[in-house]
């Protein structure tokens, strides 16, 4: 994870209007030592130094393709003010203590930051761990986000769905990314199938293969939460 000393601003245009919007920030690395990585996020996360962050989730990389990832840490900063307050707290000394310890056992990877569109269901992760991300390009945003809450609306999804704009950097030609998460792999598989086979479904996929393509699809399971 790089020393985050960049600063920038999160503005979502969406359905006609400006506005400060929540920025989830992502920092993805691989390790070879994911009982130390773990120890040294709790340790500085729990830690005086730390305070004034926001919520921070620690996510294994199950399954990502070719891409060398092991874990991503992601950071739901309320703003773009909350993002650059985040950004002041690692340049203290402490967080930049932090910084160079974890980069002794992690090799840096993707980075970027995204904003939550929409969201259904429940998404306390300590009950619904295992996640599904669906990496989309989308040609329609205004479209894709009304037909994909009409089948969430519908679907009664026993987990939970985040629809996110792509903001900053990220995968290579994703404009917009999906998190379904369940309790377990099996049952979150079970929900979607479930869903997408119902008349409302068949309706989503027909209506979404003319606005969106998929472009991979990762496994990834909730590790911590922390300053929930």
């Not at 999160?10 to 006609?16: E, R």
């Not at 773990?38 to 294994?60: H, I």
């Not at 300590?126 to 945003?141: E, T, W």
């Not at 792509?166 to 079970?190: C, N, Q, W």
Request: hydrophobic share 35%; with cysteine.
């Amino acid at each position: 994870m790089k020393y985050l000393i960049t600063t920038i601003f999160a503005l979502l245009i969406f359905t006609g209007q400006i506005k400060a919007a929540q920025l989830d920030s992502y920092y993805c690395f691989s390790t070879t030592e994911p009982q130390a990585v773990f120890e040294k996020f709790d340790n500085y996360l729990n830690s005086d130094a730390a305070k004034g962050l926001p919520v921070v989730r620690l996510w294994s990389m199950a399954l990502n393709g070719p891409n060398p990832e092991t874990h991503c840490a992601v950071f739901e900063n309320a703003d773009g003010d909350g993002f650059e307050s985040m950004i002041g707290i690692f340049q203290e000394q402490e967080g930049q203590d932090f910084l160079r310890d974890l980069n002794t056992v992690i090799i840096d990877g993707l980075e970027g930051a995204g904003t939550p569109i929409l969201s259904y269901g429940q998404s306390d992760f300590s009950k619904n761990p295992a996640l599904i991300l669906y990496n989309l390009r989308v040609k329609n945003p205004v479209k894709y986000a009304k037909i994909w809450s009409e089948l969430m609306e519908s679907s009664n999804f026993q987990g939970s769905g985040t629809l996110f704009e792509d903001t900053f950097t990220g995968e290579t030609g994703r404009t917009h990314y999906i998190g379904m998460s369940g309790s377990s792999l099996e049952s979150l598989r079970k929900e979607l199938n479930r869903s997408l086979s119902s008349e409302e479904g068949k309706a989503f996929r027909r209506k979404a293969k003319e606005v969106r393509k998929v472009l991979s699809v990762y496994l990834m399971y909730h590790i911590k939460s922390w300053n929930e």
